[in-house]
């Protein structure tokens, strides 16, 4: 593989992964904390279970990743879906960071010579980029749900982690005045800023 190439595609990788826990951290911040625990129906899972399920495949996913099966044998996933009497908000939270630390101590130190490698998850082959792509579609698709539950319990209160609604021309301007290479760290910073601005001058 062209070395410039898989070098950008690592890069590209571990910081859409830390703008997805951005993300989701900033949804998070905005959560009481009994909201952690709330189910909108018997058939929904809360913030917390969303986490720990997660955590519990980032854990598994990625120690000794590139040794290993990706679904190791002491996972407990079922588990994942319980969330037991004893644990708080703050148990959560050190067991998501754990498991996103986990992720990034591997891919980190991987080189353009590991992305053709092949590694197995549950007994299927895949190649690293396979399964760098398949860890990325399934936590962005959990973060999708844990924005959406807070961004429910917030409701009108809730600051938006994405361009305001009707403010798109608006955004396109502000970013025009702030030419650069895009940083997806920063993104939602931006759109922070942005909102922020925009509040101010309506207070005025």
Known sequence: ????LAKHYLEDSIASLR??????????DQLKEDEFSITLDEEANSVAVIMKHMAGNMLSRWTDF???????????????????PKTGKDDVLAYWEKGWQRVFDALEPLVSEDLERKVLIRGQEHTVIQAINRQLMHYAYHIGQIVFLAKHFRSSEWKSLSIPRNRSAAFNAYLAEKPGVVDKEKQLDAVADFTNQTQSQSNK
């Open 66 to 84: 590139l040794i290993s099966d990706g679904e190791k044998p002491d996972r407990n996933r079922d588990m994942e879906f319980v969330i037991e």
């Open 19 to 28: 703008a997805y826990k951005k993300m989701a951290e900033k949804a998070l």
């Open 1 to 4: 593989m062209n070395e410039a």
